[in-house]
């Protein structure tokens, strides 16, 4: 089933409306949908819908709501990760994958180990992994959008961690503490969480090509973060976040 996401305005008595453009030529030119066939909304913030086409007009569609519910496929742990930017497309690549595994933010780290230099427009790349995200999320059919941050430097990092209930360092030295020795620790931190109603939050700190530098480790774990051990081998860029929040999600969410 598709769906879409609109504006809370958009939402009025039984009715929501699509407006998004590219939402409207999606739904009429591409995916053919006529009168009659069934949709998923998302509010974005906190209710999904089904819904009916009602009418195709000029620049919206024009839907019937049939039934409203909260979210189903959001975590309840929200991990935020600050990724150390990679190489070439794998940047994508994470987005598109930890987006479908359930995170709930990223946000592009310059690191000492980085190759990627910011020669000025880096914010197109951030756009075209916001969409990366928009789409990713669309697929797996989750009520929100996680946001990809602008990028910043990693000792800026620690202004941004303060909020979180834990902060998971993944850090190729590390011998003694494996992530899952960490997460099994928490977990009646989390229970609580949820007598609670309020989300638990994870940071998930993860290098780019080559990992983090001694400095940035002494640094990070100085300032609270755990150093942890995602397994017995060295993982690339691209597959160490992808396994750390699944590990995350095994442990805590599942």
């Not at 880096?122 to 992994?129: G, N």
């Not at 030295?173 to 960490?182: A, P, R, W």
């Amino acid at each position: 089933m598709s769906r879409f996401f609109v504006e809370k305005e958009n939402i009025t008595g039984k009715e929501i409306l699509i407006t998004d453009a590219a939402d409207v030529k999606h739904i009429s030119r591409v995916l053919r949908h006529r009168i009659g066939d069934i949709m998923e909304i998302s509010d974005g913030e906190r209710f999904e819908y089904d819904v009916r086409i009602a009418a195709f007009e000029d620049d919206l569609v024009r839907t019937e709501i049939l039934s409203k519910r909260g979210f189903t496929r959001e975590p309840f742990v929200r991990v935020t990760l600050y990724q150390g930017i990679p190489k070439q497309g794998k940047m994508e690549v994470i987005v598109q994958k930890t987006v479908e595994v359930g995170i709930a933010k990223i946000v592009p780290v310059f690191s000492d180990r980085t190759v990627v230099i910011d020669k000025g427009g880096f914010s197109k790349k951030v756009e075209r992994w916001q969409r990366v995200a928009d789409e990713a999320v669309k697929q797996c059919r989750r009520g929100v959008i996680p946001k990809v941050e602008e990028p910043v430097k990693f000792n800026e990092i620690v202004g941004l961690i303060g909020d979180n209930d834990i902060n998971l360092f993944c850090y190729e030295d590390e011998k003694g503490t494996t992530i899952k020795d960490v997460l099994r620790k928490v977990r009646p931190d989390v229970l609580k969480a949820q007598e609670e109603d309020r989300p638990y939050k994870v940071g998930l700190i993860v290098g780019p090509e080559g990992g983090f530098s001694q400095e940035e480790s002494e640094y990070i774990t100085g300032e609270g973060a755990v150093s942890v051990s995602l397994g017995k081998t060295i993982l690339r860029a691209e597959t160490a976040p992808i396994s750390g929040l699944a590990m995350i999600m095994y442990e805590l969410e599942l």
